[in-house]
């Protein structure tokens, strides 16, 4: 059986823990049993990447990787102490972005924490809220992602507004099956002025929120130079991502409904509706 076809994103879920104050964490134990690594000493070499990351990214290490020590069964009534670590989502997020990426496990392990991981970071408790706020909130941190994303895609070479649109739109064809942009548009029957990520729901939001901020990070880290080798790395981001919805059961994108209301709709009703609690 394929490795991919015997797991789910509940296998993350399901070693997920939560203190008494409600805060989630894992096992680096756990987690290391999950990722298919047989030793401990080969899996604390990618944690200790992931702490380099972590502090890299002006994050404090002692807040998401927290050393505790573990009783473990080794024999019949004879019990031992280990080392352990406690880990946050987003230390899970940066042990997996370090990973051996030969392991089938790990790609599906990549989106589960960078899904999750990015809706954490727009706000804390994005599971309650509508999908209205959610679209919002995904929304507003993709133009934060889009301008990152074009910054990198411009030093990388992609410099001017026509080559900034093919480069999108290699990102579009490789997460949406070969449709571009323009393909896109026309299926959600949008108008010439309106914008396609206005008219998606959060699912589809999010998937597009991973292939920018993913191909962003693969630019900058892999020092991508030239337009081409840029579209490229576009494409292939954003069929990975395809490839791993597909693995987990998920709709592709182009196959998810368009909501009714489009994001400046909601936003006018909301402004309006602040504008009548205030009065």
Not at 94 to 99: D, M, R
Not at 212 to 224: F, G, N, Y
């Amino acid at each position: 059986m394929d490795d991919m076809k015997k797991y789910s994103e509940s296998i993350f879920e399901a070693i997920k823990m939560t203190n008494e104050y409600g805060q989630e964490f894992w096992s680096a134990r756990d987690l290391q049993d999950v990722l298919g690594y047989t030793e401990w000493r080969k899996f604390s070499n990618v944690i200790n990447k992931a702490k380099e990351a972590c502090e890299n990214s002006i994050n404090d290490i002692s807040v998401h990787f927290v050393d505790v020590d573990k009783k473990a069964e080794i024999g019949l009534n004879k019990i031992r102490i280990i080392k352990d670590i406690l880990l946050s989502r987003y230390a899970c997020y940066l042990i997996v972005q370090n990973a051996d990426p030969r392991k089938k496990i790990i790609a599906l392990g990549q989106t589960y924490f960078a899904v999750k991981t990015r809706q954490q970071e727009l706000i804390e408790d994005y599971d309650q809220m509508t999908e209205e706020g959610k679209r919002l909130a995904i929304r507003n941190e993709m133009k934060k992602h889009n301008k990152s994303l074009a910054e990198a895609a411009n030093q990388a070479g992609v410099v001017d507004n026509r080559d900034f649109a093919v480069f999108q739109n290699h990102g579009y064809r490789g997460l949406y099956g070969g449709l571009t942009a323009g393909d896109i548009k026309k299926s959600k029957k949008l108008k010439k002025n309106e914008q396609i990520l206005d008219h998606m729901g959060s699912t589809e939001l999010a998937a597009n929120l991973f292939r920018a901020t993913q191909t962003d990070e693969k630019l900058r880290r892999d020092k991508i130079h030239g337009k081409d080798n840029a579209n490229r790395t576009h494409f292939q981001v954003g069929k990975k991502v395809r490839e791993t919805i597909e693995e987990l059961g998920g709709t592709m994108p182009e196959d998810l409904p368009t909501p009714e209301k489009g994001i400046k709709e909601i936003e006018k009703e909301r402004k309006k509706r602040d504008k009548e609690l205030d009065d």
